[in-house]
């Protein structure tokens, strides 16, 4: 019996010793923390993970002199291991020509470290230059006084032909008050320069009204004379004209306003006029007289040079019209003229083609009307010889 009670003895002594020793353990593991905390309790982390702030080394503001200010900065230290990259700011102007650069180092910004560079606008500058007259050349039924218009900035100059000195045009109106051919030749600033370009203008005033309906010009060469729309359907100017359309809509819609459909011949003449030019402009092709180079069909009459001899718009570029000619190689297609917005060159006055299914609406594809004049009707078109001018 005594044996046993003096175990238990010793067992509770062993367990109060070890109850002892664990209890002083962990107070010297709070005194050690406390002391830690108090030793770092001068430093703070910044929210940048990689640099520390010292409280102790920030020096009094005596100075608002830039170079005093810079000294104020606190100070970081960057951990080892790790550097920061540069920081790059770009600065654009409004004029969107002169572009300032400036590279800073990552503590410390100053404006003797700038690199400026500074983009020449010329190399930028890829457009051709291009100058018309407003109005274009071709037949004008009265005097008309012409503005001159450039896609840029430029100087321009100009003569008549025949003549020997050029003038300057400083946004005068110029006026041509007899059939002549009028000069002109253009520079810009970054020493791009234009060809000579001419235009060729017949004044012949009508001394009786025009024969033809509202909106529509009278086309006269040799025996052959009628009546065109000036635009393409419904012959609006500043109005997207009409695409996606059948042969046999093209027919119905022009009869509806007491009209028909134009002939391929009647549509060539009225394109090339009397002088059989190329283009309805001209007889060289011009990249922006008409739309040519366009991503889609523009509203009618917003491209003042896509004027033909007689006055009739957009006959190159734009949309394809239909005739009521049949194919001479197929019979059952019908001849669409003129080239659409992304035709190029072959976009002339007699451009023909005739892949298009006449029962069919085709998104290119537009069209305009003619009319008979009284002591025309039921008459055929007859082709003039081919002539040269301009």
Request: aromatic residues 10%; proline residues 5%.
């Amino acid at each position: 019996m005594v044996k046993w009670f003096v175990l238990l003895v010793i067992l509770l002594f062993l367990l109060f010793f070890l109850i002892w020793f664990l209890s002083s353990n962990e107070s010297w593991h709070k005194k050690n923390r406390v002391i830690s905390e108090q030793e770092n309790s001068s430093v703070v982390q910044t929210p940048d993970s990689n640099v520390l702030v010292t409280d102790s080394v920030q020096p009094k503001d005596t100075s608002t002199s830039p170079v005093n200010r810079i000294d104020t900065v606190p100070k970081k230290k960057v951990k080892k291991g790790r550097m920061l990259s540069p920081k790059k700011d770009t600065v654009v102007q409004q004029n969107s020509v002169i572009k300032d650069t400036v590279v800073t180092s990552s503590a410390i910004v100053d404006s003797s470290d700038s690199i400026i560079a500074i983009t020449d606008p010329c190399s930028e500058d890829t457009a051709a230059l291009w100058v018309y007259p407003n109005p274009s050349g071709g037949l004008h039924r009265k005097a008309v006084s012409i503005s001159m218009i450039s896609n840029k900035d430029c100087k321009i100059s100009y003569r008549f032909a025949g003549g020997q000195a050029w003038t300057d045009y400083l946004g005068e109106e110029i006026p041509v008050n007899a059939t002549s051919t009028l000069q002109f030749i253009a520079r810009d600033s970054c020493g791009h320069q234009m060809e000579m370009r001419e235009e060729y203008y017949e004044i012949d005033v009508l001394n009786i009204e025009s024969p033809c309906p509202s909106g529509m010009e009278l086309i006269t060469v040799g025996e052959s004379k009628f009546c065109i729309d000036r635009y393409e359907w419904p012959n609006q100017k500043g109005v997207v004209p009409r695409s996606y359309v059948s042969l046999y809509q093209a027919m119905d819609s022009c009869y509806s306003v007491g009209k028909r459909l134009c002939t391929s011949e009647e549509w060539m003449l009225s394109c090339s006029g009397p002088h059989t030019w190329a283009y309805p402009y001209g007889q060289q092709y011009e990249r922006y007289a008409c739309a040519t180079h366009d991503k889609k069909v523009s509203v009618s009459g917003s491209r003042p040079e896509c004027r033909s001899f007689f006055g009739v718009y957009d006959m190159s570029g734009s949309l394809l019209e239909w005739t009521s000619t049949r194919a001479a190689d197929n019979r059952q297609f019908y001849y669409v003229m003129g080239g659409f917005w992304e035709s190029g060159p072959q976009s002339g006055c007699s451009e023909k083609r005739y892949s298009y299914f006449p029962e069919n609406q085709h998104n290119p594809v537009g069209f305009r009307c003619c009319a008979d004049l009284p002591e025309q009707s039921g008459r055929d078109v007859k082709k003039v010889q081919k002539g040269s001018k301009r």
